[in-house]
DNA sequence: GTTGCTGCAAAGTGTTTGCACCCTG
DNA sequence: CAGGGTGCAAACACTTTGCAGCAAC
């Protein structure tokens, strides 16, 4: 259980005016537990396997919280329903993704980075951010 | 109005039992005159502009035609709603999405593929797809 | 005790499907 | 005239919201 993130939401939390609650931790802690890119469905039936009553608007919510408090983002692979990875303490990258089995592996090639940035300069924009996905076969899978 | 497209989606019609009706081609054509990024939603409405009568349904099944056929593919630039371009005669390209006044600028830069297929091959990936979108604020909107 | 939080159910959004009738080939 | 196509409405999947009761501060 990682302190440092806690801090992070408890501070956002008392900044706002805002209450912890034992469903914003056990929301927290399940989303902390799980390295892996998530779904709010999923996540929901992690956090009931501790907290049975919590309920699936609670988590959306929740992740909303995190969301602004930095401590999460935003991830969408058009199937059909938005993902979550940590970000705080987590550094940039983008996604590879196996059409067959799914798995997600991260990368970073700085080269790609910079040559985004040229891109944007030359085009007159300002990047704020970008998103990279490549989709194909894993090595298990092929 | 193109016939090279008309001659592809009519080539696909006949070889799959299909047939050629006036909503089909009213959708292709809204489809054709528009070369943007759009919507089901608002290739609905400029269909209904000259058809009246179509109904979005059918604008969504004749989407899933031409992207069968080779015409049209599917984008999603994660804002809730998918959005389609032209494929056929249309070369592969990214995007860089303005968030303050929604223009998009496709780009294409050679050596970001070129990177993206080592980056790949180095995690024994074969590469299927990919999809890059930069996000910032373009230079009317500074 | 105030004010925000929760669970539930209902509403929303974008997309897909079932069905009776219509039209193409 | 057979079999696919259409419009409509209902169903869907995911997400958000309204509300009365509950709990944190």
Redesign the interface.
Known sequence: MSSKEIQVLEDYISQHNLKITKQRRAVLNAFLDCEEHISADELHKLVTATEPKVGLATVYRTIALLIQSGLAS?L?F?DGQKRYEHKYMHSHHDH?I??ECGKI?E?N?P??EK??E???AR?????????????????EC?
Chains 1, 2 share one sequence.
């Open positions: 935003e969408d058009g590879m196996c059409t592996i990368f090639h080269l790609i040559f985004q040229e891109v944007a085009n007159g924009f300002t990047m704020t951010s970008h998103k990279l996905d490549i989709f194909g076969i894993c090595k092929r």
